[in-house]
Every structure is written in C-alpha cells, then in structure tokens.
C-alpha cells in the first residue's frame, strides 16, 4: 500500500487571502520562521512538557516532527532521524513546480532566519524553477514494495542520490503548489490538495510524502500539510501548527521593503532514465485511481461545541463518539468495529493504544434513541451510560490496559519466530472485532484547523474531529468502490445525531427546573 491515503493524514488550515504571487511567498517565508522557531524551544528544550490530567507527557515524538524522513526498503521501511546528530542539519526543502530546491535557513551561528532573510531565496528559486520539473516526487505516492524499487534505481546513480540525502537530512520540506482547477467546493478541492495532491493529482509530483512535516501552501491561498505518521501523533502536529498560526498573526505588519540578503539556494538535480520515467508515469496513473476511488469531505458542525457538552457534565471525546456510534448506526442499522486513537504517552517513547468505543453500553444508547417508544429520561440515562463506558476505557487504554498493542505485539512474535498463529487470531469473533469499519481520532488545536485520512477498511469511514467551543469539524472520507458507504449521507446522519443528543438534554435540564 502508499502511504497516501492509508497512512499519511492531512490537515486543513484556515484559508488565507492572497491577491499576487507574492502575497503566497510572503505567508510562506512567515510560515517557515514560524516552524523554526518551534524548532527553537525543541532545540533549547524549552518546549513546556505536554500533559494529561495533570500527569506530564513523554515529549520524544517532538524530536522526530524535524529532520527526520521514512526511507522504503525490502520487506520494512526504516525511519532516518538527523536532529539528534552533532551537525544537525540546517537546511530545508522548497518545492515548486515538482523542482526540489534546498535552502539553508540558519545564521552562522545557529539562530534561524527570520520571515525577511527567507523571502529573497524564495523569489529566486521561484524564478528558477517556472518551467515544470520531472515529477519525480510523485514515486513517494507509490504502492511502497514499487518506491522501494525505484528508489534503489533513482539513488543507484550518484546525483540522485546526493539530492535524496538533501531531502532525507531537511529539517521539513514546503509545497508551494500551484492553482487548483476544479469544479468542487473550496472546501473539498482543498481537502484533496493537502491529502492527495489533487484534485486530479496537479500538485501530486509537488511532494516527497516520506518526509514528516510538509507544509503546503496554495497559490489561492489554500493552506494544510501532510505529515509522514510513523515518527509523531497528530497531536504534537497540532502543537506545531497552532504555534506556527501563532507566530503568523504577531507578523501581519512585518516591514518587508526591509530585506536582507537570503541565504544559499541550491537546486536539487535528478538524472531520469526510461525505466524511472515509466515508474513515475505508472505513479501518476495509480493515485489518480486512488483520488478517484477516495471520497473527502470537509464538515463544519456549527449547533454546539464542547462548552455545551461540558455543561451537561460529560466528557466532549466520549459524547462525539457516541454521535459517531449513533450516525453508523442509523445508517447500517447495526454498531460497527470502532479504532480511537488514545495517546500511551504517559510512559516513555509512548505512542498509542486502540480504544474501543463500541461496547454493550454504545449499543443499548443507539438502540434507545433509535427506537420510536422510547421517552426522554430513558435516551438521556442510555446516553450517560454510554459516555462512561467510553471514558473508563480511555482511561485504561491510556494508562497502557488496553488489549489491541499487547495482541498485535503477541501475534508478530510468532511470526517473527516462525511459530503458528494462534487460534484467537482466526476465531470470527476477533475477525469482527478487529475490522474497523470506523476509524476516529480527535486532533484539537486552537486555531479552526482539521485533520483527515483515509479509513482503514474498505466497507469503512475516517473521521477525524476536533471539538471547538461552539462548533465540532469534521474530516470525514469513505472509498467510492464500496456502495454502502457515502461520506454525504454519514454527514446528515452525524448532523441529526448530534441535533437529537442537544435536543435531549436541553429538554431534560428543562424538566429538572
């Protein structure tokens, strides 16, 4: 499989307002300070530590966000990490149109450039690169055993290689892509750009998807990244780009008349032969099959937010969970395998661990609002019930008493020792239980941003959320090849899901008057 789509999520940021072509390269120099200056408090560790319920929070995967890159090999990929090194790298990668040009952004004696000493290498390399380039990034979009094979081709002769070093060792790479045609909605043209590099793959080749961190910023003023998800959670992400959002509005009256000399600019050189040329015209022929078989979608709820829940008591995560369990339900007239993302960090080098947000109590509270003889009092205790059941499963899942890492773990040792699976792992049951046919997450962030992806099963759904004070977003996807998803008729199913829970506690604070 790529890492488009199935692994890579995407996020939105809010759009910006650009009239020129210099209204995107100064957002994009302000947005590049802003990420070196995050950078900063990484280096210097003054990044004040993450924490859960006032428990501090392992912070390791925020020194894997920089200069770190996902390399494809036979059988494994392996994860290249250069921050921690004695000379850690001080360059990072711009491309536009599909050229890859590395521009060292530090001063001599290791503080980073600023917005005004960025922009200049910008305008030149800009200049430099008006014509289209070989597309040679569009290879990262690949099914990963045929990148594995390509790379090897591509690095097999010295310049290529040189030039994959250069992006391996960036500390992150930024897209300026250019106008996006298409007939779609803003919202889901853009959702496209920053997830496939779409629509119709335009600023597909525009991208090197194995790097953690890509910016991406939009001729049109359409403004996301994608983010590689094997070295970080979307949640460190999301600490990066509200810091960045941050840094962008205290520079709205930045004195650009005012610039000095930028630093080096090298273009990054790429010797194609024919066998590599046919490889990137079989990539561009698969993810424009994928984009056209990937349905995106862009929900902004705007009844209530998290205040609203907050005031009824309960917990924001486990109330959307269940409007989520609730909005398949109504649809399938069944509960579906549900994947939550819940974050281990409080150990050590933590990642995640699954919450599993289907339960009797999920099932009861969908049946109870679904059904026409129920009254108020019963929806609301169904509803009460539900969402504690889902909030002491996250808390066992976070303080590492979840199931699914341990069984995993368990089932690659017998592989890795070529000892039989065990029968658990083909009992219908697990089977079950294991095909998520819902894939969430919640990724807040204080600016109005969202987070999407992929679902995980083919008959599935990605939804990613991010609960705001007054309103909830959506990233919402399903896969058009399967007839019984549709991520318009999930939408209108969470719309009056979410309306039908509001409306049920509203009517039972008035009955307690």
Known sequence: MPVVVYSNPAMALPRQNFNTKQDQLRYAATLIAGALDFKCFIDKQLLKPDTMKGSPLDMTQYQKIFCTCRVPKEGCDELESYLLEDDPPKHIIVVHNDQFFALNVYHADGEPYDERHILPMLEKLVKLSMDPGNRVGILTTENRDIWCKAYKDLCSNHTNAESISEIKKAVFVVCL????????????????????????????????????????????????????????????????????????????????????????TKKLKFVIDPQTEQCIQNATKSLSQLEKDIDLRIYKFLGYGRDFIKSCRLSPDSYVQMAIQLAFYKIHETVGATYESASTRKFLHGRTETIRSTSMESLE?????????????????????????????????????????????????????????????????????????????????????????????????????????????????????????????????????????????????????
């Not at 083919?458 to 007839?483: A, E, H, V, W």
């Open 177 to 264: 892509d250019q106008k996006v045609r298409s007939n779609e909605p803003y919202e889901v043209s853009s959702a496209y750009q920053m997830l496939t590099g779409g629509p119709r793959a335009q600023n597909a080749a525009n991208r090197w998807c194995d790097k953690t961190v890509q910016f991406i910023v939009g001729e049109e003023g359409n403004i996301g990244l994608l983010y590689e998800h094997s070295p970080s959670e979307g949640p460190p992400v999301a600490v990066l780009v509200d810091h960045c959002n941050s840094y962008i509005s205290q520079r709205e009256h930045t004195a650009w008349s005012s610039q000095p000399t930028g630093g080096h």
């Open 365 to 513: 509270f969908c049946k109870t609002f679904h059904s026409a003889t129920s009254n108020n009092a019963m929806k609301e205790t169904s509803l009460r019930q539900a969402v504690e059941t889902h909030k002491n499963y996250t808390n066992l899942a976070v303080n590492g008493l979840g199931v699914d890492r341990l069984l995993f773990g368990l089932k690659c040792m017998a592989a890795e020792n070529n000892m039989a699976v065990p029968s658990l792992y083909f009992d219908p049951s697990y089977i079950v239980s294991t095909h998520f046919r819902l894939s969430t997450s919640q990724v807040p962030t204080k600016c109005d941003a969202l987070m999407f992806y992929g679902p995980l099963v083919q008959d599935g759904y990605g939804c990613c959320y991010n609960p705001r004070q007054n309103s909830i977003n959506f990233g919402l996807s399903t896969f058009n090849t399967c007839f019984e998803t549709s991520t318009a008729v999930f939408r209108d199913s969470l719309e009056e899901s979410l309306t039908q829970m509001h409306d049920c506690l509203v009517l039972s604070k008035k009955s307690k008057l």
